[in-house]
C-alpha cells in the first residue's frame, strides 16, 4: 500500500527557512523588517503631499515638505531595492535547501519505495515543484505581510481623515474580500492537483525515453506521444481551472477599488464643493486610496502564488517525510565490524558467510516469494543458486544486501543477523554484479571508481585486462571516454564486464552475481571463472545466481530453489543424482541426456 502521509506545505518551509540553524534566520528577520517598513513611506507621503497642497493654497513656504518628500521618496527606493534582494536571495537558499534535501532523501529511501513510486513524478518533484516554491518567497508571503500593513495603516490613516468616505470605501472592498476568499478556499487544491498531473507526464515521457528503442520497432510512437500527451492535456485543464478562478478575482478586486474612487470622487467633490471638507484632504485621501490599489492587486497575485507555492511544498513535504532506508528499519543495533553474532570479545569467524533460516519474504503485499528458505553459504566458497524462473533466485540476493527487509525466519551475514547490523555494515560486506548490469552516464574512469574512489588508473587498466575489456582502452579516449547514458556506447557484453571489474575493483569479502555472464561468450565466462576461483583460493565467498548451469558445474555448492523454498542443495554431480528438478534443468541445457529425464520421481 502506498503511505501517503499527510505533508503540510507550511511545515516544509518553516523547517528549510527557519528551523534548519542553515545561517539564513537574519535573511527571514530582515524580510521581515523590510516588509515592515515597506509600508510606511506610501503611508507617509500622502501626508507630505497633503501639507504641500495645504501650503500652497495658504502660499506657505514649502522647501521643507519638499525635501522632505524627496528623502522619503529615495528612501523607498532604497528600502524596495534592499527588500527585492534579501528576498530573492533568501527564495534561492530555500529552493536550493529543498533539492538538496530531497535529493539527500531520494537517495536514501527503503528499495521498496522506488517499486512503489513512478521516477519521473519523484523527478518532476525535485524540478518543477521546487522551482514553484522560489516565487513563495521572493514575492509571496512578505508581499502580503506589507499589504496588510500597508492596508490597515492606509484605514486608520484614511478613518482619521474622513470616516464618512473610509465607510463607501470599505463597502466595496468587502466584495473583493469575498472574491479572494473563495478563490483562496479552493486554489490549493487546484493546484495541487495540476503539479501532479506535470509529474505523471514526467513519469510517462520518462517511461517512452527510456524504451525509445523498443517503442520505435513496435511502431509505438504515437501512442507513446498520446500517453503523454493525455497527462499534459490533464495538466492543462487543471492549469485552466486554476486561470478560471484567477480570471474571476483579479477583475473583481480591480472593479470594487474602482467603484470605491469614483464614489469617493462623487460624494468628497460635493463635500469640497460645498466647503464641508478641505481639497487637502481630499487629495489626501484619494492618494491613500490609490496607494493601497497597487499592494492590493499585488497580494491577490501574492496569494495565488503562494497557494501554488504550498502545494508544491506539499508535494516535497511529502518526500521529505518517508523515512529513509536507515530512519525506518530503526538504526541497526550495532554499526561494527565482522563477529559471531551477540558479539563480545575477539570477533571470532563464523564458518558460515551467509544464513538463511526458515526465511519468509513477500514484495510489499504480494504473494509469498519465499517460504521457509534455508541454506548456508560456506566462508571462502563459490555457491550457486538456480531454479525456474520467478522462484525467487535474485529475490535471496537482495535479501543479503538488505535491500528489503525479510518477514520471517533469520537471515545472517557474516556470522550477524543482519537485523542487527545497519544495511551500511551488511553492504561494507559485499559487492555486487545485478542482473542487468547497469553502467552509469559518465566516464569509464568514473564508473570503474563508483565503488574504489581511491583506486589508481594503473589499478583501473589492470582490472579491465582481467575481464577482458582492454579494447576499451584503445579508443583515443581512453579511461576518459564518455559511455553515454547508461553505457549506451558499449556493447551488452561490455557493460556486463563493465560490471564485473567495478565488482571487482569494490573488492569486498562477499560477492553477489546475478546472472554475471548472460552476455558473455564462453571464453570470456571461462575467464571470468578462472577470476572467481582465484578469489576462492584467497578465502572470498562467491553466491552466483545463474539459468545456465554450465558456469556453476565446478561451484562447491549448488542450491536449488523453486516455489519459494530450498528443494535440494549439493554439488552438480549430487544433484544430478539427486535432485528430479536439476536434472531437467541440465538435460534442457544439453548437461545430461534426455534419456535421464525418465527416472523415477523426476515429477515429485
Ligand atoms: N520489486 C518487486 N516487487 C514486486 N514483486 C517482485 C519484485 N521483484 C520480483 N518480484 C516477484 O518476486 C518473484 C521472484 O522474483 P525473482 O526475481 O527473485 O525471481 P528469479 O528466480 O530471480 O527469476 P529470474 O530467474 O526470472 O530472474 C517473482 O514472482 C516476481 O514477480
Given at each position: 500500500?502506498?503511505?501517503?502521509?499527510?505533508?503540510s506545505?507550511?511545515?516544509?518551509?518553516?523547517?528549510?527557512?527557519?528551523?534548519?540553524?542553515?545561517?539564513?534566520?537574519?535573511?527571514?528577520?530582515?524580510?521581515?523588517?523590510?516588509?515592515?517598513?515597506?509600508?510606511?513611506?506610501?503611508?507617509?507621503?500622502?501626508?507630505?503631499?497633503?501639507?504641500?497642497?495645504?501650503?500652497?493654497?495658504?502660499?506657505?513656504?514649502?522647501?521643507?515638505?519638499?525635501?522632505?518628500?524627496?528623502?522619503?521618496?529615495?528612501?523607498?527606493a532604497?528600502?524596495?531595492?534592499?527588500?527585492?534582494?534579501?528576498?530573492?536571495?533568501?527564495?534561492?537558499?530555500v529552493?536550493?535547501?529543498?533539492?538538496?534535501?530531497?535529493?539527500?532523501?531520494?537517495?536514501?529511501?527503503?528499495?521498496?519505495?522506488?517499486?512503489?513510486?513512478?521516477?519521473?513524478?519523484?523527478?518532476?518533484?525535485?524540478?518543477?515543484?521546487?522551482?514553484?516554491?522560489?516565487?513563495?518567497?521572493?514575492?509571496?508571503?512578505?508581499?502580503?505581510?506589507?499589504?496588510?500593513?500597508?492596508?490597515?495603516?492606509?484605514?486608520?490613516v484614511?478613518?482619521?481623515?474622513?470616516?464618512?468616505?473610509?465607510?463607501?470605501?470599505?463597502?466595496?472592498?468587502?466584495?473583493?474580500?469575498v472574491?479572494?476568499w473563495?478563490?483562496?478556499?479552493?486554489?490549493?487544491?487546484?493546484?495541487?492537483?495540476?503539479?501532479?498531473?506535470?509529474?505523471?507526464?514526467?513519469?510517462?515521457?520518462?517511461?517512452?525515453?527510456?524504451?525509445?528503442r523498443?517503442?520505435?520497432?513496435?511502431?509505438?510512437?504515437?501512442?507513446?506521444?498520446e500517453?503523454?500527451?493525455?497527462?499534459?492535456?490533464?495538466?492543462?485543464?487543471?492549469?485552466?481551472?486554476?486561470?478560471?478562478?484567477?480570471?474571476?478575482?483579479?477583475?473583481?478586486?480591480?472593479?470594487?477599488?474602482?467603484?470605491?474612487?469614483?464614489?469617493?470622487?462623487?460624494?468628497?467633490?460635493?463635500?469640497?464643493?460645498?466647503?464641508s471638507?478641505?481639497?487637502?484632504?481630499l487629495?489626501?485621501?484619494?492618494?491613500?486610496?490609490?496607494?493601497?490599489?497597487?499592494p492590493?492587486?499585488?497580494?491577490?497575485?501574492?496569494?495565488?502564488?503562494?497557494?501554488?507555492?504550498?502545494?508544491?511544498?506539499?508535494?516535497?513535504?511529502?518526500?521529505?517525510?518517508?523515512?529513509?532506508?536507515?530512519?525506518?528499519?530503526?538504526?541497526?543495533?550495532?554499526?561494527?565490524g565482522?563477529?559471531?553474532?551477540?558479539?563480545?570479545?575477539?570477533?571470532?569467524?563464523?564458518?558460515?558467510?551467509?544464513?538463511?533460516?526458515?526465511?519468509?519474504?513477500?514484495?510489499?503485499?504480494?504473494p509469498?516469494?519465499?517460504?521457509?528458505a534455508?541454506?548456508?553459504?560456506?566462508?571462502?566458497?563459490c555457491?550457486?543458486?538456480?531454479?525456474?524462473s520467478?522462484?525467487?533466485k535474485?529475490t535471496?540476493?537482495?535479501?543479503?544486501?538488505?535491500?528489503?527487509?525479510?518477514?520471517?525466519?533469520?537471515?545472517?551475514v557474516?556470522?550477524?543477523?543482519?537485523?542487527?547490523?545497519?544495511?551500511?555494515?551488511?553492504r561494507?560486506?559485499?559487492?555486487?554484479?545485478?542482473?542487468?548490469?547497469?553502467?552509469?552516464?559518465?566516464s569509464?574512469?568514473?564508473?570503474?571508481?563508483?565503488?574504489?574512489?581511491?583506486?589508481?588508473?594503473e589499478?583501473?587498466?589492470?582490472?579491465?585486462?582481467?575481464?577482458?575489456?582492454?579494447?576499451?582502452?584503445?579508443?583515443?579516449?581512453?579511461?576518459?571516454?564518455?559511455?553515454?547514458?547508461?553505457?549506451?556506447?558499449?556493447?551488452?557484453?561490455?557493460?556486463?564486464?563493465?560490471?564485473?571489474?567495478?565488482?571487482?575493483?569494490?573488492?569486498?569479502?562477499?560477492?553477489?552475481?546475478?546472472?554475471?555472464?548472460?552476455?558473455?561468450?564462453?571464453?570470456?565466462?571461462?575467464?571470468?571463472?578462472?577470476?572467481?576461483?582465484?578469489?576462492?583460493?584467497?578465502?572470498h565467498?562467491?553466491?552466483?545466481?545463474?539459468?545456465?548451469?554450465?558456469?556453476?558445474?565446478?561451484?562447491?555448492?549448488?542450491?536449488?530453489?523453486?516455489?519459494?523454498?530450498?528443494?535440494?542443495?549439493?554439488?552438480?554431480?549430487?544433484?544430478?543424482?539427486?535432485?528430479?528438478?536439476?536434472?531437467v534443468?541440465?538435460?534442457?541445457?544439453?548437461?545430461?541426456?534426455?534419456?535421464?529425464?525418465?527416472?523415477p520421481?523426476?515429477?515429485g
Amino acid at each position: 500500500m502506498r503511505r501517503e502521509r499527510p505533508a503540510s506545505g507550511l511545515r516544509t518551509l518553516r523547517r528549510l527557512a527557519w528551523d534548519r540553524d542553515n545561517g539564513r534566520r537574519h535573511l527571514v528577520l530582515l524580510g521581515c523588517a523590510a516588509s515592515l517598513l515597506a509600508p510606511v513611506v506610501p503611508l507617509l507621503q500622502p501626508l507630505i503631499v497633503r501639507d504641500i497642497v495645504s501650503g500652497a493654497e495658504q502660499q506657505r513656504a514649502l522647501l521643507a515638505p519638499v525635501v522632505l518628500l524627496a528623502a522619503v521618496t529615495l528612501a523607498e527606493a532604497v528600502l524596495t531595492g534592499a527588500q527585492v534582494y534579501l528576498l530573492k536571495r533568501l527564495a534561492e537558499g530555500v529552493v536550493v535547501d529543498t533539492r538538496l534535501a530531497l535529493v539527500r532523501r531520494l537517495l536514501r529511501l527503503p528499495i521498496v519505495e522506488y517499486d512503489r513510486r513512478r521516477l519521473g513524478d519523484l523527478i518532476s518533484r525535485l524540478s518543477t515543484d521546487t522551482s514553484l516554491l522560489r516565487s513563495v518567497i521572493s514575492n509571496g508571503v512578505f508581499d502580503i505581510v506589507s499589504a496588510v500593513l500597508l492596508g490597515i495603516g492606509s484605514i486608520t490613516v484614511l478613518a482619521l481623515i474622513d470616516p464618512l468616505l473610509l465607510a463607501i470605501t470599505l463597502s466595496s472592498v468587502l466584495l473583493a474580500a469575498v472574491a479572494l476568499w473563495t478563490l483562496m478556499a479552493s486554489l490549493r487544491g487546484i493546484s495541487r492537483t495540476a503539479q501532479e498531473h506535470v509529474g505523471r507526464m514526467t513519469a510517462e515521457f520518462e517511461r517512452a525515453l527510456q524504451g525509445v528503442r523498443t517503442i520505435r520497432v513496435f511502431d509505438a510512437t504515437e501512442r507513446e506521444y498520446e500517453r503523454v500527451a493525455r497527462r499534459a492535456g490533464d495538466a492543462y485543464r487543471a492549469g485552466l481551472r486554476l486561470s478560471r478562478r484567477e480570471a474571476v478575482v483579479q477583475p473583481a478586486v480591480t472593479t470594487a477599488i474602482q467603484i470605491a474612487v469614483f464614489m469617493v470622487l462623487l460624494v468628497g467633490g460635493y463635500r469640497v464643493s460645498s466647503g464641508s471638507m478641505p481639497l487637502g484632504d481630499l487629495v489626501a485621501f484619494l492618494l491613500y486610496l490609490f496607494s493601497i490599489v497597487l499592494p492590493l492587486n499585488q497580494a491577490t497575485r501574492a496569494l495565488t502564488t503562494v497557494q501554488v507555492g504550498l502545494a508544491a511544498a506539499d508535494r516535497a513535504g511529502e518526500v521529505l517525510e518517508i523515512p529513509t532506508e536507515q530512519e525506518r528499519a530503526g538504526a541497526g543495533r550495532e554499526r561494527g565490524g565482522p563477529g559471531p553474532a551477540g558479539g563480545g570479545g575477539e570477533p571470532a569467524v563464523t564458518p558460515h558467510m551467509v544464513e538463511f533460516r526458515d526465511v519468509g519474504f513477500r514484495y510489499d503485499g504480494g504473494p509469498p516469494v519465499l517460504s521457509g528458505a534455508t541454506f548456508t553459504v560456506a566462508r571462502g566458497s563459490c555457491t550457486a543458486v538456480v531454479g525456474p524462473s520467478g522462484g525467487g533466485k535474485s529475490t535471496v540476493l537482495a535479501l543479503i544486501a538488505r535491500f528489503y527487509e525479510h518477514g520471517s525466519g533469520t537471515i545472517r551475514v557474516d556470522g550477524r543477523d543482519v537485523r542487527e547490523l545497519s544495511h551500511e555494515a551488511v553492504r561494507s560486506r559485499l559487492s555486487m554484479v545485478e542482473q542487468g548490469a547497469p553502467v552509469f552516464a559518465g566516464s569509464l574512469r568514473e564508473n570503474l571508481r563508483l565503488g574504489a574512489p581511491g583506486a589508481s588508473d594503473e589499478e583501473l587498466r589492470s582490472v579491465l585486462g582481467d575481464v577482458e575489456l582492454g579494447e576499451l582502452l584503445d579508443h583515443p579516449d581512453g579511461l576518459d571516454r564518455d559511455l553515454g547514458d547508461a553505457g549506451i556506447v558499449l556493447s551488452g557484453g561490455q557493460r556486463q564486464r563493465l560490471a564485473w571489474a567495478r565488482a571487482l575493483l569494490h573488492d569486498h569479502e562477499l560477492l553477489l552475481l546475478d546472472e554475471p555472464t548472460s552476455s558473455l561468450d564462453s571464453e570470456t565466462e571461462s575467464r571470468l571463472q578462472r577470476l572467481l576461483r582465484s578469489r576462492r583460493a584467497a578465502g572470498h565467498t562467491t553466491v552466483m545466481v545463474a539459468h545456465r548451469l554450465a558456469p556453476l558445474v565446478d561451484c562447491d555448492r549448488i542450491i536449488v530453489l523453486a516455489g519459494g523454498t530450498v528443494t535440494a542443495e549439493g554439488t552438480h554431480a549430487s544433484l544430478l543424482r539427486d535432485s528430479p528438478l536439476y536434472r531437467v534443468l541440465a538435460a534442457h541445457q544439453g548437461l545430461v541426456d534426455v534419456e535421464d529425464l525418465a527416472t523415477p520421481g523426476l515429477t515429485g
